[in-house]
């Protein structure tokens, strides 16, 4: 059964920092990106940041650029998340996600492209505050 | 704001067919996902690219495009179908599924 589990939530003070992690079994980890994705509570979910399967390009939402790193570790099958100079505002479900596929399409006359996140983790939770 | 909007409710009665849209300008060369979160779950996969459906969700779940619009179809509500339901996409940045709407809860009568 594939499957990914995030740890490492908490509690922690304004300008603090917390590393997640999100550890996947039953599926080649190395093979696929990963996605964190959160939700403050009773509210929508948020993009955070995205990883290949190498590690070697990331990118993050600008809410959270310069503050969150995202990595990973191939040989330990396990995503990360820093979170330094947290805010109040990151409160929130911090859930890792794989990206299951994507490509393009040619339909009515354009490419079309599309990506999607198939196997989700229960979430971590995130709470900033003194 | 978002790059990607939904309305936030939408009724149905248990039976009946029902849409959910998605707007925005990411949806003009981008097919959006959508996703299904019922309450203290983790987002579920229900349709990705032009119409596809991942093994185990029901035939009764469809995906649309048209123009800057997206939609997600349920023909034949279930009381199991209530939920919030997001749709995800390449947002205007580049970012691979950076999009995502604000959600839609369906509320089936």
């Known amino acids: 059964e594939m499957q990914l589990v995030e740890s490492g939530g908490g509690l922690v003070q304004p300008g603090g920092s917390l590393t997640l992690s999100c550890e996947a079994s039953?599926?080649?980890?190395?093979?696929?990106?990963m996605h964190w994705v959160r939700q403050v509570p009773g509210k929508g979910l948020a993009w955070v940041s995205r990883i290949d399967n190498e590690g070697t390009s990331t990118s993050h939402a600008d809410s959270v650029k310069g503050r969150f790193t995202i990595s990973r570790d191939n040989a330990k099958n396990t995503l990360y998340l820093e979170m330094n100079s947290l805010r109040a505002e990151d409160t929130a479900v911090y859930y890792c996600a794989r990206v299951g596929g994507g490509g393009k399409r040619y339909d009515s006359g354009k490419y079309y492209f599309y990506y999607y996140m198939d196997v989700w983790g229960k979430g971590t939770t995130v709470t900033v505050s003194s | 704001s978002s790059e990607l909007t939904q309305d936030p409710a939408v009724s149905v009665a248990l039976g009946q067919t029902v849409r959910i849209t998605c707007r925005g300008s990411?949806?003009?060369?981008?097919?959006a996902t959508w996703y299904q979160q019922r309450p203290g779950q983790a987002p579920r996969l229900v349709i990705y690219?032009?119409?596809n459906r991942p093994s185990g969700i029901p035939d009764r779940f469809s995906g649309s495009t048209s123009g800057n619009t997206a939609s997600l179809t349920i023909t034949g509500a279930q009381a199991v179908d209530e939920a919030d339901y997001y749709c995800n996409s390449r947002d205007n940045s580049g970012n691979h599924l950076g999009a995502f709407g604000g959600g839609t809860r369906l509320t089936v009568l």
């Open positions: 690219g032009k119409n």
């Open positions: 039953g599926f080649a980890f190395s093979g696929y990106w």
């Open positions: 990411p949806l003009r060369n981008n097919y």
